[in-house]
């Protein structure tokens, strides 16, 4: 266990349905990150958190939107999405973000969009 | 616009026998990850490359820095079956982002 969990670890939902994805990281790390894993793609990096604001919103569509109420949790909400978004979303976090802080891992939820 | 490179992607060798990784990246970074993921699995930290010339070692599995060549290795010393899975480099740009790399998947054979 990395001191990173994500809930739930599976989601099936329609295009209309809306949804969250929620993490919680148990280190007491500043950072919290958002990736998206698609088959036969690089992990992409959608959003950063440190310190419950937001650095980094890296081209993501408005059908997903993060929240991190605080430094422990991290959302990220789900509504019309498309098929082409069924993925594994892992969250992760670090001690904080720039300097030499390895990134600790979630579980991921596999999204199923139909 | 940074790009990481990973080859083989994949790569099947039997028991025993040794192979090495590669890592390519296109930018300057002095900060690069290795990771393995199992299938269905999550990402699990391997090996935290901080410096030119790095060398971390775990078990079977070496790993290198280069920041010059701008190219990192992972070695496989006498492969198990156990060491089969996909292994992610990731560089670190200097800020908060990693850029990740394709993956090698690996299958080592009874």
């Known amino acids: 266990e990395t001191g990173v969990t994500q809930t739930p670890r599976h989601l099936v939902m329609g295009m209309t349905n809306k949804k969250s994805l929620k993490c919680e990281q148990h280190?007491?790390?500043?950072?919290m990150y958002w990736y998206k894993q698609s088959a036969k793609k690089p992990l992409e990096l959608m959003f950063v958190?440190?310190?419950?604001?937001?650095?980094e919103n890296n081209s993501v569509p408005s059908r997903f939107s993060p929240e991190c109420p605080n430094s422990s949790h991290l959302f990220l909400h789900l509504h019309t999405l498309q098929p082409e978004d069924s993925a594994l979303y892992l969250c992760?976090?670090?001690?904080?973000?720039?300097?030499?802080?390895?990134?600790?891992f979630g579980p991921g939820t596999r999204l199923t969009v139909t | 616009e940074l790009k990481v490179e990973q080859n083989p992607l994949f790569l099947s060798m039997q028991e025993g026998k040794n192979y090495t990784i590669y890592c390519n990246y296109s930018?300057?970074?002095?900060?690069l990850y290795w990771y393995r993921q199992d299938p269905g699995k999550s990402l699990e930290s391997l090996f935290v490359?901080?410096?030119?010339?790095a060398v971390k070692q775990e078990g079977r599995l070496m790993a290198s820095l280069d920041t010059k060549a701008r190219l990192s290795t992972l070695h496989i010393t006498a492969a198990v079956h156990d060491l089969s899975a996909t292994y992610f480099c990731?560089?670190?740009?200097?800020?908060?982002?990693?850029?990740f790399g394709t993956g090698t998947r690996l299958k080592v054979l009874a």
């Open positions: 992760a976090s670090s001690q904080s973000v720039g300097g030499s802080y390895e990134q600790y």
């Open positions: 280190l007491g790390h500043n950072a």
């Open positions: 958190y440190s310190l419950e604001e937001r650095v």
């Open positions: 930018t300057t970074s002095d900060r």
């Open positions: 490359l901080l410096s030119n010339g």
């Open positions: 990731a560089v670190d740009t200097g800020t908060y982002k990693y850029i």
